[in-house]
């Protein structure tokens, strides 16, 4: 027969792991059943404080950029990376040296989007991609946090329907998706967008398109942000990734640019015509 002792220990011991069980089951649903209005709340306390936040009416972000070209051997090209944004204008710039790829850019002016040849009557990969889903600009949704026209910097403005979708595993950390319907212009273009689950900073988007006509062509942009640090009370990414896959037959195209962003600056005076990529 047991002791009281014993039997006592038995009971506390079980009496812990219910607690444990139970409280990993509270939380893990309580996380997924987050809604979406919550996680934007947390996400906007992780960039700064209201006051912080809405004295900033426009900002530059400058730094060195590479491009890769895949598959086939590796072509890679050095050059500058841009974003300029106000209120929610914005203007982004990959641009390099190379003859035959001066780089990508795209604007919107607050009405219109206009974008960047490589040369005349040609657009890039990614240009031609952004000409013809122009809300990418309009609706705030390319260069995240690092722009002030951030798509959930307004949302009540916006109105786009929400999804939270839980907690996911995104490069080896667990996020929360939400994802991100637009009201219009999205057309069948998916829009995933990744919060760390600690911080709630946004980390990463995904867009995923699939076009079915003669063939089937998968295209996929995925947005990456890592190395925030503070500027002016806001806490913002240093370290931007955006990458291009076309999955065509027999054809895959990637490209990958990358961007070390050394210079952020706010609230300086700048020329209405930044928002507009003249031709």
């Known amino acids: 027969m047991k002791s009281k002792s014993a039997v006592l220990c038995t009971g506390v011991i079980f009496a812990v792991l219910f607690i444990l069980m139970h409280g990993s089951f509270v939380g893990t649903n309580a996380r997924q059943r987050m809604k979406p209005e919550e996680l934007i709340a947390k996400h906007l306390v992780s960039i700064g404080t209201p006051e912080a936040i809405a004295a900033v009416h426009n900002r530059t972000v400058k730094g060195a950029a590479t491009v890769v070209f895949r598959p086939g051997p590796e072509n890679k090209t050095s050059g500058t990376g841009v974003v300029v944004s106000e209120d929610k204008k914005t203007r982004l710039s990959l641009l390099f040296s190379a003859l035959n790829y001066p780089g990508e850019e795209f604007a919107f002016d607050g009405n219109k989007v206009t974008v960047g040849y490589v040369k005349p009557g040609t657009r890039g990969q990614l240009s031609e991609f952004v000409n013809s889903h122009d809300f990418l600009l309009k609706e705030g949704r390319l260069g995240g946090t690092l722009s002030t026209a951030w798509a959930l910097l307004d949302v009540a403005g916006r109105k786009p329907r929400l999804e939270y979708n839980g907690i996911k595993k995104r490069g080896g950390r667990e996020c929360h998706e939400l994802r991100y319907m637009?009201?219009?212009?999205?057309?069948?273009?998916?829009v995933l967008m990744?919060?760390?689950s600690q911080t709630f900073r946004h980390v990463e988007t995904e867009y995923l398109l699939t076009i079915i006509g003669q063939t089937e062509?998968?295209?996929?942009?995925?947005?990456?942000?890592?190395?925030?640090?503070?500027?002016?009370?806001?806490?913002l990414p240093r370290n931007y990734k955006l990458s291009l896959t076309v999955e065509e037959t027999a054809v895959n195209l990637m490209i990958d640019?990358?961007?070390l962003f050394e210079l952020i600056q706010h609230n300086q005076q700048l020329d209405p015509k930044t928002f507009i990529i003249t031709q």
């Not at 219009?184 to 273009?189: F, W």
């Not at 062509?217 to 806490?235: K, S």
Request: overall charge negative; proline content about 3%.
């Open 257 to 259: 640019w990358t961007v």
């Open 194 to 196: 990744y919060f760390d």
């Open 182 to 190: 637009p009201r219009k212009g999205a057309g069948d273009i998916r």
């Open 217 to 235: 062509v998968r295209y996929r942009i995925t947005e990456n942000f890592d190395g925030f640090e503070v500027a002016d009370g806001l806490t």
